[in-house]
């Protein structure tokens, strides 16, 4: 059975860094491709960044290009969202997701899904 355990959420101020990591049970990271999904009160979730399993290709929604990076430890069968220059938009659960296809951008692809953990930006 596969898990996904999200952890490093918090309460941090505008231009502040969070890293979110996401530890996997059951199966291993270096076969699945990775993401991380979001959703604000009120909103549909939406794609934030996905770490491809065959070449290790990443794809990052335009609101945090050049802000986030996802990254992945395959000895601890992790996987990382670096956050920086936070901002209050960025306020959100952070959901990390898991899929055996060679492509994840959208929710309906994703195969697994982690509880969340809360991110809060203050202004």
């Known amino acids: 059975q596969v898990q996904l355990v999200e952890s490093g959420g918090g309460l941090v101020q505008a231009g502040d860094s969070l890293t979110l990591s996401c530890a996997m049970s059951g199966r291993t990271v270096s076969r699945y491709t990775m993401g991380w999904f979001r959703q604000a009160p009120g909103k549909e979730r939406e794609f934030v960044a996905a770490?491809?399993?065959?070449?290790?290709?990443?794809v990052y929604a335009d609101s945090v290009k050049d802000r986030f990076t996802i990254s992945k430890d395959n000895a601890k069968n992790t996987v990382y969202l670096q956050m920086n220059s936070l901002k209050p938009d960025d306020t959100a659960v952070y959901y990390c997701?898991?899929?055996?296809?060679?492509?994840?951008?959208?929710?309906?692809?994703?195969?697994?899904w982690g509880q969340g953990t809360q991110v809060t930006v203050s202004s």
């Open positions: 770490l491809g399993w065959r070449g290790g290709a990443t």
């Open positions: 997701a898991a899929t055996p296809k060679y492509y994840l951008s959208r929710v309906a692809e994703a195969d697994y």
